[in-house]
Structures are given as C-alpha cells and as structure tokens.
C-alpha cells in the first residue's frame, strides 16, 4: 500500500527546508519578532493590573503559548504556501511525476512544514529567553506537543494548499480559522478563569491542547488532562496525515 524510498522523502524535505531558509528573514526571524511583540504589548499593558496567572509571572506564563502560536502558524503557512505556490506557477506537475509515492509526497510536504514551525520555535524561545526567564519542566512534553503541534498544521496546510484555487482562499482559511483558533485556545490566559461556555468551547479546539501541553513543558501547570489532550492530538494527527495521503492519491485538485 505504502511505499518508504526514504531518499526521496528526504529530498522533498530538503528542498522543502531550502526553500524557507533562503528568505529566512521573512520565514523565520519576522514570526519570532512578531511573538515578541506580542510579549511586550501584553506585558506593558497588562503588567501593572495583571502580576500573575495561575500564580505564575505574567510573561512566564504568555510565553509558551508565543511559542506554539509561533511553531503553529508557520507549519501552516509553510505546506500551504509551498503546495499553492506550485499550483499557481503550473509546476506542480514536476513534483507529482517524479519518483514520489502519495505516501513519500504527504509524508515530504509535512516534514518541511515540521521543520520551520520547529526551527521558528526554537528561535522564539531564544528571543524569549532575553526578556524572560524561562525554564523546561518536561523535556518529553516539550518534545511531544512541539511536535503534534507542527505535524498538526503542517497537515492541515498541505489539505489547503491542494484545496485552494487562489491566494484568497488560503489567506482566508489563514484570517478566518488559524488565527482565531489560536487566539482563543490559552495563548494569552488561561481557560480556567473563562466562563463555562467558553471553557467548554476550548475543549473542542485542537489549538488549545498544543498550547496547553507546551505551556505544561515549561512551568508545569496544565488546564486540562493532558493524557486525553495528548491522546486526541495523536488521533488528529493521523487522520489529518492520511487525509493529506488520500487527497494525493486521488489527485484532488491537481491531476485533470
């Protein structure tokens, strides 16, 4: 059913990784800056009124979810810009006659994605590291969510880049479902101090559990259970992961 020539998955992933790292001032150093911003804006306005959530600093605790915010959106872009750009150009074709099963094109794409939402994280928390003193909790959580994170949106943009038709349609799924998701999964406070309806929303955004889990890696705190958060990350992401397979092997929105 599956093919596994893993040269050929490591050269789609290496041009994947190329293909960020040339423009790595747009791809990797902006969303790092942008994440600090983000920092100081919520810690000089908030600073003052808001000392401390879940009797955690303030900026200890935003910055976690900074980080995954990061890894999250650029994963996503990554797949979704890679895959639409071919599309648009009419190169696309090079990638789908080349020796590459559906299983090698999904498994290549999402790797690439995986590699810049982790590379732009861990930049993030470098720059983080100048302004707030973080610490690791949990090297296996940090690991984990780190990864079910990107694997989840690297995932979801290689099913947009193949669905979209035109730029407007991926930066509409972008304005429209990635950034709320992620604005309202914990980035910048915790659920527990939500109303019910709202909490119980959480629970229903994938986003949240990613956040919720890294936030746990560096100060140890969860608002969730993070058994059930890590199991239903693991069945999102090989439901996404073969959905990305199937949408190759039936050529939707790319064989004609």
């Given at each position: 059913m599956f093919s596994y020539?893993?040269?050929c998955v490591f050269t789609l992933f290496k041009k994947e990784v190329h293909r960020f790292l040339k423009v790595g001032i747009q791809t990797v150093i902006g969303p790092a800056i942008s994440s600090l911003l983000f920092l100081a804006v919520f810690s000089l306005a908030l600073g003052r009124s808001v000392n401390q959530i879940n009797n955690v600093?303030?900026?200890e605790f935003i910055a976690p979810g900074l980080i995954m915010m990061t890894m999250l959106q650029n994963s996503f872009a990554n797949a979704a810009s890679s895959i639409g750009q071919a599309k648009f150009q009419g190169n696309i074709v090079d990638i789908l006659m080349s020796p590459l099963s559906d299983f090698e094109l999904a498994a290549g794409y999402i790797l690439g994605a995986v590699a810049r939402g982790l590379i732009c994280g861990l930049v993030t928390f470098f720059g983080i590291l100048f302004f707030v003193p973080l610490s690791v909790y949990s090297y296996s959580a940090l690991f984990f969510y780190s990864l079910m994170g990107c694997m989840m949106m690297?995932?979801?943009g290689?099913?947009?880049?193949?669905?979209?038709d035109k730029w407007d349609q991926q930066q509409g799924i972008t304005n429209f479902i990635v950034l709320p998701l992620t604005f309202l999964s914990g980035t910048f406070y915790s659920i527990s101090r939500l109303p019910e309806f709202w909490q119980n929303f959480a629970l229903f955004n994938p986003f949240f559990y990613n956040i919720d889990g890294l936030r746990y890696a560096f100060i140890g705190q969860s608002d969730s259970e993070l058994l059930s958060?890590?199991?239903i990350l693991l069945i999102l992401n090989v439901c996404l992961f073969f959905l990305c397979y199937f949408m190759f092997k039936e050529g939707y929105k790319l064989k004609s």
């Open positions: 020539n893993y040269l600093n303030l900026s690297g995932s979801m290689v099913m947009v880049g193949i669905w979209a958060g890590a199991i």
